[in-house]
């Protein structure tokens, strides 16, 4: 179940560099909002794919289920009910402030990675 996959290593770190100059040098109202999050989603995928050998769909879907507790726990402000509202990371990493747009960039980040790993995700694993 667990394995070292190079190519999906290779992928997330990029995404990942992506974006970290999204979160520091991009202020704009379309990139930063809208592609960081679909990136998220893709960024995830890959990460997670480098390292567990299961059914790629699998991964994916959780992937999206999982940001989407993400950005639920956003509404119940998670950060504050468990005393992070001040540190930094935390913030950067879970988010401080549900939007409904967010969901929908994750899903499209979902839908993404159908185009973009199409063959894996529809593989069918015995």
Same mark, same amino acid.
């Given at each position: ?12 770190? =990029? ?17 930063? +909002?809208?592609?960081?999050? *679909?990136?998220?989603? =893709?960024?995830?995928?890959?990460? *997670? ?6 059914? +790629? ?50 899903? =499209? ?18």
């Amino acid at each position: 179940m667990l394995r070292f996959d190079k190519k999906s290593f290779f992928i997330a770190s =990029i995404i990942f560099i992506i974006e970290v100059i999204i979160a520091l040098y991009i202020r704009d109202k379309i990139i930063r +909002p809208f592609v960081g999050d *679909i990136l998220v989603v =893709i960024f995830i995928y890959y990460f *997670i794919k480098a390292f567990i050998n299961i059914k +790629p769909l699998y991964i994916a879907i959780f992937t999206l289920i999982f940001s989407f507790v993400v950005e639920i726990l956003q509404y119940f402000n998670f950060i504050t009910l468990i005393g992070l509202e001040h540190n930094k990371a935390a913030k950067i990493i879970f988010g401080t402030s549900f939007s409904w747009i967010d969901l929908l960039c994750y899903f =499209i980040g979902f839908i993404i990675l159908f185009f973009i790993d199409k063959k894996e995700l529809t593989k069918t694993y015995k």
